[in-house]
């Protein structure tokens, strides 16, 4: 089966092959050698260096380190504004609520890119905000939110900059040299590793005035104890073997560009195929991510037919979330899929469509 859903993604068999290795104690040399080379390839994916920025590395899926960046980066007398324009801004400000963070909304409709106007506006309004909170890449609708533009914007207003790269960190040119403080990921998206990894990368002066809100995700707790080659709880040793391997791929295949090209080489290739069977993609490439596209469902044929139909040719496609389930459907290309494979896959949708 090929999993073209936004993660877990289709395995490289190599990455496979790491998960039959040795078992380790997560107290011996060797687990924190493992964590160690984790930590110092994720910060080498943007060249950023050990001295300001860290790679914090935890159990749990891409949520986990979201929710340990949110409850951590904003201090306790700061407050957030989060910028929302699909599922996954929203649940930063359900992790906010929960936390009980002070913070304040730029609500989109989820077919909305971000409006820069109103989010100037937001940050004038109001003098008590610290930090914006803003996904990278929506998953929700495929859109590639304006980072850069944000950050400019942070840049001009002197409030730091917390993002949600799950699904672009690894593909994505993300730039840290502006008022970035922390980005989220985890390792079964862009990097092509197993559920059960994920990471937060911090500016260390950032996490000196750092909350503690929680107590298994506390971000200073695990930054500090792995870089003393040490870790609190039990992680997910077999997860981390398959991060390692996936990072030293990643790195072969030419790092985060080199992942970027063959990315928008599938997606453009899948764009084109649908495009020829009448299969209409939401945005125009210049407005979406290279990591996954939304389409609009032919007339006709209903979502469970082309996911039903598609998965017994082997294929896996993701549905619309909420009520774009009804208009949309959305294929990744992530994970260890070639362009033979896309070719199978628009036989399949010609086959469906075309009865
Ligand atoms: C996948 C995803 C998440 C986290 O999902 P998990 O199921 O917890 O791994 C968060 N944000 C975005 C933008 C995502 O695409």
């Known amino acids: 089966m090929l999993l073209l859903n936004p993660g877990p993604v289709t ?3 190599r990455v496979r092959r790491s998960l039959l290795q040795t078992d380790l104690c997560h107290r011996e040399s060797e687990f924190f050698d493992l964590q160690d080379e984790a930590r110092d390839r994720l910060l080498n994916i943007y060249a950023l260096d050990p001295a300001a920025w860290t790679a914090v590395l935890m159990t749990g899926s891409g949520t986990a380190a979201l929710e340990s960046m949110i409850a951590a980066m904003v201090p ?3 407050k957030l504004l989060i910028v929302q324009n699909g599922v996954y ?3 930063i400000a359900q992790i906010a609520a929960q936390y009980q963070i002070a913070h304040a909304l730029v609500k989109h409709d989820w077919m909305e890119a971000p409006d820069l106007a109103r989010i100037d506006a937001a940050l004038a309004e109001d003098p008590a905000i610290t930090h914006v909170a803003v ?3 929506e998953t929700t609708t495929g859109r590639l939110n ?8 942070c840049q001009a207003r002197g409030v730091r900059l917390l993002v949600d790269t799950v699904s672009s960190f690894g593909a994505e040119a993300i730039d840290f040299s502006g008022n970035i403080d922390a980005v989220c990921s985890t390792a079964n998206k862009c990097l092509h590793g197993v559920p059960g990894a994920a990471f937060v990368i911090a500016r260390r002066a950032a996490l000196t005035h750092a909350a503690t809100r929680t107590y298994y995700l506390d971000l200073v707790r695990l930054a500090k104890l792995q870089d003393q080659r040490n870790t609190p709880f039990t992680p997910s040793v077999h997860a981390y073997y398959a991060l390692v391997e996936a990072l030293r791929e990643h790195q072969e295949e030419g790092g985060w560009k080199g992942r970027h090209q063959r990315y928008a080489a599938l997606a453009e290739q899948a764009r084109a195929g649908l495009a020829a069977l009448g299969i209409e993609a939401l945005w125009p490439a210049e ?12 007339n006709g044929v209903t979502y469970e037919q082309l996911h039903d139909g598609l998965k017994a040719r082997g294929f896996v496609i993701y549905a619309g979330q909420g009520g774009l389930s009804s208009q949309l459907f959305r294929i990744s290309t992530m994970g260890a899929i070639t362009a033979a494979d896309i070719d199978r896959l628009i036989e399949g949708f010609k086959a469906l469509v075309q009865r």
């Open 11 to 13: 395995l490289s068999e």
């Open 76 to 78: 306790a007398n700061g």
């Open 89 to 91: 801004g929203e649940r």
């Open 135 to 137: 996904i990278h890449h």
């Open 146 to 153: 304006d980072l850069s533009a944000i950050d400019r914007l």
């Open 287 to 298: 407005q979406s991510s290279v990591v996954l596209r939304a389409y609009r469902l032919p």
